[in-house]
């Protein structure tokens, strides 16, 4: 819709492409970091622990089976139990926060906001934030979540941006207190580097309680359960990101992934749970898949999971920029403020309930697509120099293959049979 009319259809295509690889990616990495987790945990309590990556692959799919489960045998019950989630989410954090800054010794302030490191050998300190900041990035992914299940929410225009935008404020203070807390708190971060287990925190974790396993242990549990309860929101989100595209005909094989559990002639959508089963079970396979390539090499599965960040900032780019320029021309029209307002197309394009009006807008976005551009760009990057095979960013390449893909896929055959995202209005009677 805010595409010109000459390269929509396209761009809604690309667009659909990197949002469904990315939210397949996200999945994906959720699990193999719940299991890399556990086996740090292990590590951890038994220091005798023969590490396999085998043992990280079956505790992903294991990860992965809870989150199908949660989406299809219970799935009426989803929303109560993401509502469950976000209790236990808020609790978990003073459960960490607070033993975390009451039992460890704590470092200065000139330390802590002076300080700047430059562990990836790189010629200047600002270079070494820039690719550093990838990172932390991760960690804002998947906000958009409720965006693909508009289609199951009640009043969506409204509802949606209110579940982004708190979803933001309240991750983002609760995110820069933890940060705070974490670096006030860091200790020796040599050792914190060179941690067994694979993950800095828990050494971290475990200087902040005098070396107490059982306690340390205590605190990486949360961590862990509240990274494994957020897979089934992102299995959610990844098969009915996967249901539409394949609805609009963007993906191969859509005639079944578009389906969804025993289907009626009629409506194509199960009277009872109205649940993607096809889809599901496609996003399940695919990160189950994905999991196998860290047995042999975690560096080439880092790899592939590099489309959770190069994917989802790409459709967030392309859509962002198309604001823009709409906003720019002055193409949005103010709503009426009639249920019956419908966007179809872009020369009929009006507000939602939600927006920010005039100059504001136009720097929030421009804002945007600047802070995107930079993501992106230094995605590509190595972590550290000297670049070997074994620590080279070869997410360049698989992006571009996964482009490349979709556009000889779409020139060869979507093209015929796509034409943008499909719209269902229901009419009452």
């Known amino acids: 819709m805010l595409a010109p009319r000459s390269s929509r259809k396209f761009l809604s295509y690309l667009t659909g492409w990197l949002t469904v690889t990315g939210w397949q990616a996200l999945v994906a990495s959720g699990g193999y970091?719940?299991?890399?987790?556990?086996?740090?945990?292990?590590?951890?309590?038994?220091?005798?622990?023969?590490?396999?990556?085998?043992?990280?692959?079956?505790?992903?799919?294991?990860?992965?089976?809870?989150?199908?489960?949660?989406?299809?045998?219970?799935?009426?019950?989803?929303?109560?139990?993401e509502g469950l989630i976000l209790i236990l989410h808020i609790l978990g954090?003073?459960?960490?926060?607070?033993p975390l800054v009451y039992m460890a010794p704590h470092g200065r302030a000139v330390d802590v906001f002076t300080t700047f490191l430059n562990e990836g050998g790189w010629p200047t300190q600002g270079l070494s934030f820039f690719v550093g900041l990838i990172g932390n990035v991760f960690a804002f992914l998947g906000a958009d979540g409720a965006v693909h299940m508009s289609e199951e929410i009640q009043n969506a225009s409204k509802t949606v941006p209110r579940a982004v935008i708190t979803s933001m404020l309240l991750n983002?203070?609760?995110?820069?207190?933890?940060?705070?807390?974490?670096?006030?708190?860091?200790?020796?971060?040599?050792?914190a580097l060179e941690s067994p287990t694979g993950y800095p925190f828990?050494?971290?974790?475990?200087?902040?309680?005098?070396?107490?396993?059982?306690?340390?242990?205590?605190?990486?549990?949360?961590?862990?359960?509240?990274?494994?309860?957020?897979?089934?929101?992102?299995l959610a989100t990844s098969s009915r990101a996967i249901w539409a595209f394949s609805r609009d005909r963007g993906l191969p094989f859509w005639q079944s992934l578009s389906k969804k559990q025993k289907l009626t002639r009629e409506t194509q959508v199960?009277?009872?749970?109205?649940?993607?089963?096809?889809?599901?079970?496609?996003?399940?396979?695919?990160?189950?898949?994905?999991?196998?390539?860290?047995?042999?090499?975690?560096?080439?599965?880092?790899?592939?999971?590099?489309?959770?960040?190069?994917?989802?900032?790409s459709s967030y780019l392309i859509?962002?920029?198309?604001?823009?320029?709409?906003?720019?021309?002055?193409?949005?029209?103010?709503?009426?403020?009639?249920?019956?307002?419908?966007?179809?197309?872009p020369t009929n394009l009006t507000w939602g309930p939600f927006r920010l009006p005039g100059a504001l807008g136009i720097l929030t976005n421009s804002w945007a697509c600047v802070y995107m551009t930079v993501?992106?760009?230094?995605?590509?990057w190595p972590p550290a120099t000297?670049?070997?095979?074994?620590?080279?960013?070869?997410?360049?390449?698989?992006?571009?293959a996964v482009v490349l893909f979709s556009v000889v896929y779409y020139w060869v055959w979507a093209k015929e049979v796509y034409r943008g995202p499909v719209m269902e209005v229901g009419l009452g009677g």
């Open 386 to 400: 000297p670049t070997t095979a074994a620590t080279m960013n070869f997410s360049v390449l698989v992006t571009g």
């Open 93 to 98: 954090f003073f459960a960490i926060f607070i």
């Open 172 to 191: 983002g203070v609760l995110g820069f207190g933890m940060l705070i807390a974490v670096l006030f708190c860091l200790g020796d971060i040599t050792a």
């Open 270 to 313: 199960h009277p009872r749970t109205s649940i993607p089963l096809v889809s599901i079970l496609t996003t399940t396979t695919i990160a189950c898949l994905l999991g196998l390539i860290s047995i042999g090499s975690p560096t080439a599965l880092n790899d592939v999971l590099s489309l959770t960040i190069n994917g989802l900032y």
């Open 202 to 234: 828990m050494e971290i974790f475990l200087q902040a309680t005098g070396n107490s396993v059982s306690g340390s242990t205590v605190m990486i549990a949360i961590v862990t359960i509240m990274g494994t309860l957020s897979i089934p929101g992102f």
């Open 375 to 380: 993501v992106l760009f230094f995605s590509f």
């Open 33 to 81: 970091l719940g299991g890399t987790v556990i086996q740090g945990l292990i590590v951890l309590n038994n220091p005798d622990y023969g590490y396999q990556r085998w043992h990280g692959t079956l505790l992903f799919w294991a990860i992965v089976a809870f989150a199908v489960f949660l989406n299809t045998v219970t799935s009426r019950l989803l929303p109560k139990v």
């Open 319 to 345: 859509c962002c920029s198309l604001l823009l320029w709409r906003r720019c021309t002055g193409a949005i029209t103010p709503s009426s403020n009639t249920e019956s307002e419908i966007n179809t197309a």
